[in-house]
């Protein structure tokens, strides 16, 4: 969190966020100068010297008593713009910076310039810079309206790798992305306006010191947050992101579920924890935190009845990014007032492993999908021996996400369950254990099919180039060892809490989640196991048949209750809600 | 009833109009119009703000002019985007429904059990 | 109540008349034309708000330029949109419009309960004026003290003619956007795509000028160039640019380019990223402004102009 000294001049090193934004932002005008046949250059040159920025960042962070600040134009605000990092904002320049290369590997090969087919390769990687350029400088900037811009960005930037392809789908799902992308923007610049209007400024550091809990205020945070959530896709405000994030190519949809709707979850941190810290009060994030139970629900179980492996990971985004919003109610003390860091740790630190795991699984079920030509759960059977690396990556990650020590995830996961303790909040510890369960769920669907031996062996009919296999491997194996790197000079993590993540008390708090996970996925996935036909498997199912049913059932329901909430007019009519919800629910605590 | 009572009178309701359009008009085109008229009911709303901030010689605070001046900008390319989307869309699929059947559930349903 | 607020009321219900016959109407074509109309209308409200900079931007871009876009696309639109017969049901409109009316009614009672006296960073704009040689405060805030803004606004443009240009197919890429136009040689539409430009030019360039001192700048001046350059292009007397062309993407890219190499210099040596060094600020500036116009004219024109549709070999 920020500093409480008022920053308000450049520090030593502060010239580093300047170049985290120039960077990519000069890769982008470069390559689109140079042409089609230089873009993969530009962009390679560009990796390295953005990665080494932000490991420059990370390193210097610690040094520069915890804050970097850069006045733009040595305009002090209110009249001009500040560019502030913190730990928040260091970890996750780096991790962008380290996603994005292990993006960029992988899809080397993918978009190669040729000059047959110029548009996608010269489209991708200057999208990828423009994506890497805006998160930058939505993770540095200090002014609401930058904020606003870089938003812009990152959503013009994001759309068109959704309909890269060109296929009506693709350019459906596209254009409900976009419009209800700015649908959200627009509201966030309601509250912005407002804010001004207030305030006379709308740089972060000094709203937070003049803020207070008037009835403008509070309508500019409830317009504020709800645009934010109609942008990272909570539920009931997702319809536009299976669609986007199934049709997108791989790399692509790497890139968006991983960093694309962590920008706004990001700026609605910054929002509730340093623009008007506490404001919102306790039952705005129980209502956040609810909606997040309903995000991670319906997303696993939707996910779990899907057909189709990228439509899979999708849906399972949608059940992660609902994870991220168990955060906010754990912050809160029982007086309503923010009292634990320790959960915005938690937050950020489930952030960062979605967006290491989710990447590396997306990368891996490209290169499934090249390889064997389709991504059908139940033709999956033999794949473990004809594709090991892409399995072996898949499975890394699934573990990694599913909250095995030592990754990000249990890491996280331990903290927040620890503020459920501390605040007498038992029902979120039911949601934290439960989430856990239903991603064990789908990675073990995806796992046991493909582990299955196949009867003929598989003919491969596309290349399985060595790089992409590695990239995601990599990324993989980064989200499961995260929950070994120093945290606390970055976070607000406990001095102690990586030592808790080993042991037999840690391994016993395995167990439960794994077993849950796997009685849920048998019991909710309506297709074919790979064991059926097994005597042992007939015997089980004569056990549960009638318990399957109901859980098929109740899944149907979920699925159809999902559909109806992805039509346009009902997704809209539950923003206005939304928002109305959180407006009421901020003045009763005010 | 000053200017800006009115004209915040008048911004409020062109948002809540551009809300309504944006949500219960079926047509691509006409969401994107409404969206266009939501984007000018907030840029109102700052018009209102830059107003009452009235001073130094000058009727309108410069800084919330500059911002609308942004949004304008940064409006007029997302609904240039949009409308391109939505023409080849048109010229692909021949349709420009959001909301086709075909489209709202990738998944078909499970062989029996 | 002087006539100054009776025009004011006036102003104010036409244009929500407006408003709300461009979301009622069925035709989706009378709602362009009725949007068009709202936005000069709200051109005007923009200048009893004394906000004359907003108000040409909003003329030129906002009802304008855009009105052309939704135009164009109400145009090759109008044989789909009538056959739509598909509309949402009456529960859920009626719950839309409960649920934005009570929207707008809590915007409403915020805008009245605005602070009095209301903060307001004018005098601090006029106090920091000596830094950069220019009086029109505006261009001011645009280009020195939130010079970021307006450069990352700048790539948002850049990014929006990617964007476009990626949905072209992939034989068409390189090529010309939109289709061949033609227009009677003798018609009224060439007489004026003959006589306008010139004027529209110098009227564009000096929009540009006049924008260090009074209301004006490179976007509103860019917006008449490029609307010069459609009305020409509409007229058919010339064809849209293969967009494979270097000199169109490196004029695309010197408006954000020059920024940020200013920008750098300013980081390297000067007094930070985006400062200006004083003695030189003024010409900076300008020349800043120019690559900027030329830039924001092209984009303006290329976004309306479309995706690559032929091949540049045509």
């Not at chain 1, 047959?116 to 993770?139: K, S, Y």
């Not at chain 1, 596209?174 to 509250?191: E, P, W």
């Not at chain 3, 540009?208 to 007397?237: E, K, N, R, Y």
Request: charged letters at 10%.
């Amino acid at each position: 969190m920020l500093p409480p000294a008022p920053a308000l001049v450049t520090t030593a090193g502060g010239f580093l966020l300047v170049l985290s934004i120039v960077v990519p932002v000069a890769g982008v005008l470069l390559a689109f100068a140079l042409g089609e046949r230089y873009v993969r250059q530009v962009a390679s040159t560009v990796v390295p010297v953005g990665l080494a920025i932000a490991v420059a960042v990370l390193v210097l962070l610690p040094r520069s008593d915890g804050h970097l600040v850069y006045l733009l134009g040595a305009w002090p605000p209110p009249l001009g713009v500040a560019l502030r990092a913190d730990g928040l904002s260091a970890v996750m320049l780096a991790t962008t910076a380290v996603v994005i290369c292990a993006v960029a590997i992988f899809a080397a090969t993918d978009f190669r310039p040729q000059s047959v087919e110029a548009r996608a390769p010269f489209a991708f990687w200057i999208l990828l810079l423009a994506i890497w350029g805006a998160l930058n400088t939505i993770f540095v900037a200090g002014d609401l309206f930058t904020l606003y811009v870089a938003l812009e960005l990152l959503t013009f930037a994001a759309v068109p790798l959704v309909s890269l392809d060109g296929r009506a789908e693709t350019l459906r799902a596209a254009l409900r992305y976009l419009l209800f992308a700015l649908l959200g923007s627009v509201l966030y610049l309601m509250g912005t306006a407002l804010l001004y209007g207030i305030y006379g400024t709308l740089d972060i550091e000094l709203l937070s010191h003049r803020v207070s809990a008037d009835s403008g205020v509070l309508i500019a945070a409830a317009l504020m947050t709800t645009g934010l959530l109609a942008k990272t896709a909570l539920f009931p405000l997702h319809l536009w992101l299976p669609p986007a994030h199934a049709g997108a190519p791989a790399a692509a949809s790497a890139i968006l579920s991983a960093l694309v709707v962590k920008g706004s979850f990001f700026i609605l941190v910054r929002l509730w924890f340093d623009v008007m810290p506490g404001l919102p009060g306790l039952a705005a994030a129980q209502l956040l935190a609810a909606l997040g139970t309903g995000a991670i629900v319906f997303g696993s179980v939707v996910a779990l009845r899907q057909e189709r492996l990228k439509l899979l990971i999708a849906y399972s985004t949608l059940a992660q990014i609902g994870y991220l919003f168990l955060m906010f109610p754990l912050a809160f003390g029982a007086s309503g007032k923010l009292e634990s860091d320790q959960a915005l740790a938690g937050g950020l630190l489930q952030a960062v492993s979605h967006a290491t795991a989710k990447a590396a699984m997306f990368m891996a079920v490209g290169s499934i999908y090249t390889g064997l030509g389709h991504d059908r759960i139940t033709g999956l059977r033999g794949v473990a021996r004809a594709l090991p690396l892409s399995v072996l990556a898949f499975a890394v990650g699934g573990i990694a996400l599913m909250g095995v020590q030592p990754s990000g995830a249990s890491l996280a996961k331990e903290l927040l369950l620890q503020d459920t303790a501390r605040t007498g909040q038992w029902w979120w510890a039911v949601v934290l254990q439960a989430g856990g369960m239903f991603t064990t769920a789908y990675v073990v669907l995806v796992l046991s099919h493909a582990f299955a031996p196949s009867d003929q062996p598989i003919t491969l009919i596309g290349p399985a180039p060595l790089s992409r296999d590695l990239a995601a491997l990599a990324l993989a194996l980064c989200s499961l060892f995260l929950g070994l790197l120093p945290w606390d000079s970055y976070l607000p993590v406990p001095y102690d809490a990586t030592s808790k993540l080993f042991g037999i008390d840690a391994l016993s708090k395995l167990l439960l989640p794994v077993l849950g996970g796997a009685a849920l996925a048998i019991l909710l996935s309506p297709w074919p196991h790979p064991l059926g036909s097994s005597a042992a498997w007939k015997a089980l199912m004569r056990v549960v048949g009638p318990l399957r049913r109901g859980c098929l059932g109740f899944g149907s329901l979920i699925e159809r209750g999902d559909e109806v909430l992805r039509q346009w007019s009902a997704a809209g009519i539950s923003l206005l809600l939304v928002s109305l919800l959180l407006a009421a629910s901020m003045f009763a605590a005010n | 009833m000053s200017a800006v009572t009115v004209f915040g009178l008048c911004a409020a309701a062109a948002v809540g109009l551009g809300l309504y359009g944006l949500i219960a008009n079926p047509q691509p085109l006409r969401k994107i119009i409404a969206f266009n008229l939501l984007g000018s009911g907030v840029f109102l709303l700052f018009g209102i703000v830059g107003r009452r901030g009235a001073a130094a010689g000058f009727g309108n605070d410069p800084v919330p002019q500059a911002l609308v001046i942004t949004g304008v900008v940064v409006a007029f390319s997302a609904t240039a985007l949009a409308i391109a989307l939505l023409l080849r869309l048109f010229q692909i699929a021949g349709s420009t429904t959001l909301n086709s059947r075909a489209a709202a559930s990738p998944r078909s349903d499970p062989s029996g059990h | 109540m002087n006539i100054a607020t009776v025009f004011e009321i006036a102003l104010a219900a036409v244009v929500l008349g407006l408003a709300i016959w461009t979301i009622a109407v069925p035709d989706t074509y009378s709602a362009t034309v009725g949007f068009i109309a709202y936005g000069l209308l709200v051109a005007l409200i923009w200048v009893r708000l004394d906000a004359v900079d907003v108000a040409l931007t909003e003329a030129a871009i906002g009802g304008g330029l855009g009105g052309v876009v939704l135009l164009g696309a109400a145009a090759r639109l109008r044989d789909t949109e009538a056959m739509t017969t598909e509309g949402p049901s009456l529960i859920v409109r009626l719950s839309a419009a409960i649920l934005s009316a009570s929207i707008a009614a809590a915007l409403a009672v915020t805008i009245l309960l605005l602070p009095d006296p209301a903060p307001t960073l004018a005098p601090s704009v006029v106090a920091n004026a000596g830094a950069t040689g220019m009086t029109n405060p505006v261009t001011n805030v645009l280009m020195a003290f939130r010079g970021m803004d307006t450069m990352l606004e700048k790539v948002v443009l850049l990014l929006a003619i990617v964007g476009v240009w990626s949905l072209a197919s992939d034989q068409a890429w390189g090529g010309r956007p939109g289709p061949r136009h033609q227009a009677d040689p003798n018609g009224v539409l060439a007489f004026l795509a003959r006589l306008l430009p010139p004027a529209g030019i110098v009227v564009g360039i000096y929009i540009l000028w006049t924008g260090a001192d009074h209301p004006g700048g490179a976007f509103q001046g860019g917006a008449v160039l490029a609307s010069m350059w459609l009305l020409v292009i509409m007229a058919g007397l010339v064809d849209t640019p293969p967009v494979r062309s270097r000199w169109l993407r490196l004029i695309l890219v010197g408006g954000p380019g020059l920024f940020l190499a200013v920008g750098l210099g300013g980081l390297c040596f000067g007094a930070a990223f985006l400062a200006y060094p004083v003695a030189f600020a003024k010409p900076l500036i300008l020349s800043i402004e120019v690559a900027m116009l030329l830039t924001i004219a092209t984009t303006l024109g290329l976004l309306l102009a479309g995706a690559p549709e032929r091949s540049a070999e045509r």
